[in-house]
T-cell receptor, first 112, second 117 residues
Framework: GAGVSQSPSNKVTEKGKDVELRCDPI?????LYWYRQSLGQGLEFLIY????????KSGLPSDRFSAERTGGSVSTLTIQRTQQEDSAVYLC??????????FGPGTRLTVT | AQKVTQAQTEISVVEKEDVTLDCVYE???????LFWYKQPPSGELVFLIR??????QNEISGRYSWNFQKSTSSFNFTITASQVVDSAVYFC??????????????FGKGITLSVRP
């Protein structure tokens, strides 16, 4: 079946602009996660959704970062007023309860 | 607090050699899951195995095997007769179940494995 999909695959933006990253989880997966992967920091957790609510937002690095999930499916991660340190690969994953997380291909964000 | 340590950063072997990737974890919880993921050059993280804290039985899947030892808080991964296609970054990860059935994964820094022909 279809895996986790993310769009865009690459995004180049100027410092100070807002960006939106999209994630389509595997159909039927109730849990959705956002992670960030950068050279210096490895794989960092950002936020987790169960259905449309976010019980754990502890990884969001600042109030410039926000995310929402609608219809228990698609999620959007928004970064406002992007900074160069936001450059990274943003990974989305989904899972069924208690089970392993399946990852999408990621969105590579470059802030110039 | 929970932590995953992958002390090896880069390993290079010649094809057909066996190689073991080490993973040591820290957690205060008694119920948790351990995972290994593979990230090939294409970039997508691929799930390899999940092991819960109550099951210390070792597992073998083809050329892959995993050794889980609670006494040393280790979950090591061995590739037998390595192949060039095994070249990738391998991540070990931990999930504490008591903080929530769908709690986040805590990842190690990853081990870059290069298999030379």
């Amino acid at each position: 079946g279809a895996g986790v999909s993310q769009s865009p695959s690459n995004k180049v933006t100027e410092k100070g602009k807002d960006v939106e990253l999209r994630c389509d989880p595997i159909s039927g997966h109730t849990a959705l996660y956002w992670y960030r992967q950068s050279l210096g920091q490895g794989l960092e957790f950002l936020i987790y959704f169960q259905g449309n609510s976010a019980p754990d937002k502890s990884g969001l690095p600042s109030d410039r970062f926000s995310a929402e999930r609608t219809g228990g499916s698609v999620s959007t991660l928004t970064i406002q007023r992007t900074q160069q340190e936001d450059s990274a690969v943003y990974l989305c994953a989904s899972s069924l309860e208690f089970y392993e997380q399946y990852f999408g291909p990621g969105t590579r964000l470059t802030v110039t | 607090a929970q932590k995953v340590t992958q002390a090896q950063t880069e390993i290079s072997v010649v094809e057909k050699e066996d190689v073991t990737l080490d993973c040591v974890y820290e957690t205060r919880d008694t119920t948790y899951y351990l995972f290994w993921y593979k990230q090939p050059p294409s970039g997508e993280l691929v799930f390899l195995i999940r092991r819960n804290s109550f099951d210390e039985q070792n597992e073998i899947s083809g050329r892959y095997s995993w050794n889980f030892q609670k006494s040393t808080s280790s979950f090591n991964f061995t590739i037998t007769a390595s192949q060039v296609v095994d070249s990738a970054v391998y991540f070990c990860a931990l999930k504490n179940v008591l903080t929530g059935a769908n709690s986040k994964l805590t990842f190690g820094k990853g081990i870059t494995l290069s298999v030379r022909p």
